[in-house]
């Protein structure tokens, strides 16, 4: 129960509700908040990166768009998780044993569906990706790793017009690295 329904009982459950929803934004502007630089621009409509206050997604994609090196209406010829024959698990994992073979992997569970991976090199967590659903809206994981100063990653599996390419993928992981 909340503040509200405590207090006020069944009249205070619809103001309680509204604080939940209000809580929820807060939590997916902090997110679009701390996106890098490429999804700020895609969330901007494509253009320069978005200014601290805008929030929504504002790109739409027409057959004539054109697309980033990871995102847009038609598929890359670059190999994604798409076209790679891949569940989406194994495709990420793959990329980072591949192209991050230095770091030791730890595979956790971070919901439902979804996954993540610690990034561990010389006993100390590097970096965590977690690989979730676009419905999800979890930030536990996140919220974990900014208390703790652990950098974090997260990857939509099933956004759609979102491809993961590999170089995108491997650009994202490489710069969170190595800041």
């Known amino acids: 129960m909340g503040l509200f329904s405590n207090l006020f009982g069944e009249k205070g459950k619809e103001a309680d509700s509204v604080l939940d929803k209000m809580k929820q934004l807060a939590d997916d502007l902090d997110g679009v908040k701390y996106a890098d630089e490429d999804e700020k621009r895609i969330m901007n409509g494509g253009s320069a990166p978005a200014s601290a206050d805008s929030g929504s997604f504002s790109a739409t994609f027409t057959e004539d768009a054109v697309c980033g090196d990871s995102w847009g209406p038609v598929m890359p010829s670059e190999p994604n998780q798409f076209n790679s024959g891949l569940k989406p698990r194994d495709y990420f994992l793959k990329i980072f044993n591949e192209d991050f073979s230095t770091y030791q992997l730890e595979e956790i569970k971070s919901g439902w569906s979804d996954v993540a991976f610690n990034f561990v090199q010389n006993g100390q967590k590097k970096l965590v990706v977690e690989l979730m659903s676009d419905g999800t809206q979890r930030y ?3 919220n974990e790793c900014r208390a703790q100063g652990i950098p974090y990653l997260r990857f939509y599996y099933d956004h759609d017009g979102w491809w993961n390419t590999r ?12 800041a």
């Open 140 to 142: 536990k994981l996140r």
């Open 167 to 178: 170089s995108y993928v491997t650009r994202r992981v490489a710069n969170a690295l190595t």
